[in-house]
Each structure stands twice: as structure tokens, then as C-alpha cells.
């Protein structure tokens, strides 16, 4: 994509459930790992989809974020889809995915990310239901807003602008998913 630098963040989101955001992430992931070193992060610690994927043991970002280690190696997996490609699962669903969001710690985790991928793509949870996905926007340099065909109302592309808007995002397109 123009503008992404190495080390670029790319947040995928949409309104609602059931948009296609795993599936879109994750195909975006596997495509890039052709020719960069990707790895793709569950943030949606509320309703993981990563495992529709990739296998694995759900231990990830919410056990990094509240262990005492201080980079997240130990908790990535080779994706085994592409070799180029690697996974940190979204992890132990957290009472509190706000807060570990939120912390300072999360921030110095994508910031090592980027010294040792390429692209971090991170699969977020839908905004118009949790508020967890404002605290990765910061840290992205991209959010692609997925919106499906026959699906998504047309008043969630208008809060999507307001959601824009309001997180003063420069870098935000719309992923017009599922059309016949």
C-alpha cells in the first residue's frame, strides 16, 4: 500500500460483527508474506477468530500484556501458512480488554513489532460495540474499515466517518467485502 513504511501497522476494523474482518486480515497477511516478514496480532481479545486459521493453543497478546516478560516472542507462532508468516493469538479472554489495551505496554509491544516485521497487521475488534479498537488506532498507520455487501447498514458508513472524524484518522479507506 502507498505510505507504508517497513514496520507499518495496518489495523483492520468494521462496525459489527460478521463483516469479514478476520478473513480480510488474514488474507491481506498471507498475500504481503510473499514477499516481507508479517506477522498478524488478534486484537480482538473479546471474540478471537484467528484460530479459524491458524492452530494453536489460544496463549497470546492478553498473557504477554500481563506476564513480566518484556518482549512477546515467546507467545508468537509460526503461522505455518507461509513461512514468512508469524502469529501472536489474541490470547486468554481478559475480563478487561480496555485497560490491557490501554497500556503502555501494548504500545512498547508494536513498537518492537515493527523493528522485526515488516507489516503488523492487527485483526480488531468491530468499534461499533466496544471502544477497545480506539486504543490500536493510535498505534496504526492504516486502518482499512471493512463494510459487506448486503449486509452493513448504511448508517454505520456514516459513523464510520464520524469515527474518522472524531479520531482525527488520516489514513482510514473503506474494504467493500462479499459483493456478488
Do not use: C, W
Amino acid at each position: 500500500a502507498k505510505g507504508v513504511v517497513n514496520g507499518g501497522v495496518v489495523l483492520f476494523t468494521s462496525s459489527v460483527k460478521g463483516e469479514g474482518k478476520t478473513t480480510i486480515s488474514m488474507n491481506t497477511a498471507l498475500t504481503l508474506s510473499g514477499k516481507s516478514k508479517v506477522i498478524i496480532v488478534g486484537a480482538d481479545i473479546r471474540n478471537p477468530q484467528l484460530h479459524r486459521f491458524v492452530s494453536g493453543k489460544n496463549v497470546g497478546l492478553t498473557d504477554y500484556l500481563v506476564s513480566d516478560e518484556t518482549v512477546p516472542n515467546s507467545y508468537i507462532i509460526s503461522s505455518k501458512l507461509n513461512e514468512n508468516l508469524d502469529v501472536l493469538f489474541s490470547g486468554q479472554i481478559a475480563p478487561n480488554p480496555n485497560d490491557l489495551l490501554d497500556m503502555e505496554k501494548f504500545t512498547e509491544m508494536i513498537d518492537y513489532l515493527k523493528t522485526k516485521y515488516d507489516y503488523v497487521i492487527l485483526d480488531s475488534a468491530p468499534v461499533m460495540l466496544v471502544s477497545d479498537t480506539l486504543h490500536l488506532v493510535k498505534n496504526a498507520d492504516v486502518v482499512l474499515y471493512i463494510v459487506k455487501s448486503d449486509f452493513t447498514d448504511k448508517e454505520m458508513i456514516d459513523f464510520a466517518e464520524g469515527f474518522k472524524n472524531e479520531n482525527g484518522i488520516k489514513n482510514m479507506a473503506f474494504v467493500l467485502n462479499s459483493v456478488k
